[in-house]
């Protein structure tokens, strides 16, 4: 695996979220209010069907669902399924992120941090999430002290 940060043009993007457990709320944050959201569960948790700016549709995932999709954030628990789902949209040249593989995905998700105007990332390449989390909370701690 090779990544780059890059920033991701959402206007007008239709991105869809598998899954509606505790990792697809808060991965749909990024993307609420900047792309149009759908999401496909089994079982949608509350929290996200309060979600202002989602639509979601409480059923299994089958492989048509993907039709219309600019972007696919994989996230249901069942790891196998994640990976089907990424071949099928990557056939269909659909960009996918994968909660439960680095490897089967397009691009990964960094830790992000917006401060006075800035968009701060933070990322271990998907070697290490958990690390990714608490240099987060530091450097937030950090940028308190700052004046910029
Ligand atoms: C590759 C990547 C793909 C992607 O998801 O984009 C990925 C993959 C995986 N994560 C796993 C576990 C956890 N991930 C988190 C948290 C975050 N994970 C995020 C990103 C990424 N995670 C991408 C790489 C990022 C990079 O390093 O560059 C963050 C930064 C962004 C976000 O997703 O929001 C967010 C923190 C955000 C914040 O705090 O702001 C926590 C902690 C928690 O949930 O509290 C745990 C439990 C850890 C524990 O407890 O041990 C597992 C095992 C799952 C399993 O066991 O099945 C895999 C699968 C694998 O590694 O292959
Ligand atoms: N990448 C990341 O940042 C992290 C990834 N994970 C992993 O992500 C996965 C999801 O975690 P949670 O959201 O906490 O799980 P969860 O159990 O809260 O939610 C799973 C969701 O998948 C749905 N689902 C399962 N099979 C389905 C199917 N066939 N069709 C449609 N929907 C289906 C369920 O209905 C449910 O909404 C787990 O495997 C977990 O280990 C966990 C923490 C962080």
């Known amino acids: 695996m ?3 940060p ?18 697809a709320a ?28 989602v639509m979601y ?3 299994e995932y089958s492989p048509g669902d993907l039709e219309g999709f600019d972007v696919v954030i994989i996230t249901t628990n069942d790891k196998k399924l994640n990976e089907k789902i990424h071949h ?16 089967f995905c397009e691009f990964i998700m960094p830790a992000i941090i917006e401060y006075k105007g800035y ?3 933070i990322s271990t390449n998907g070697e290490n999430p958990k690390k990714v989390k608490q240099l987060k909370e530091k ?3 950090f940028l308190e002290g700052l004046d910029v």
């Open 2 to 4: 090779a990544f780059i």
């Open 6 to 23: 890059i920033m991701l043009n959402l206007t007008g993007k239709k991105c869809l979220v598998i899954g509606g457990g505790k990792v």
């Open 57 to 59: 549709i409480e059923k």
């Open 119 to 121: 968009t701060i990332s």
């Open 88 to 103: 099928e949209a990557k056939k269909k040249k659909i960009l996918t992120n994968n909660a439960t593989s680095k490897i």
């Open 139 to 141: 450097i937030k701690k």
């Open 26 to 53: 808060r991965k749909l944050k990024y993307f609420v209010n900047k792309a149009d959201v759908t999401v496909i569960a089994k079982n949608i948790s509350k929290e996200i069907k309060n979600t202002k700016g």
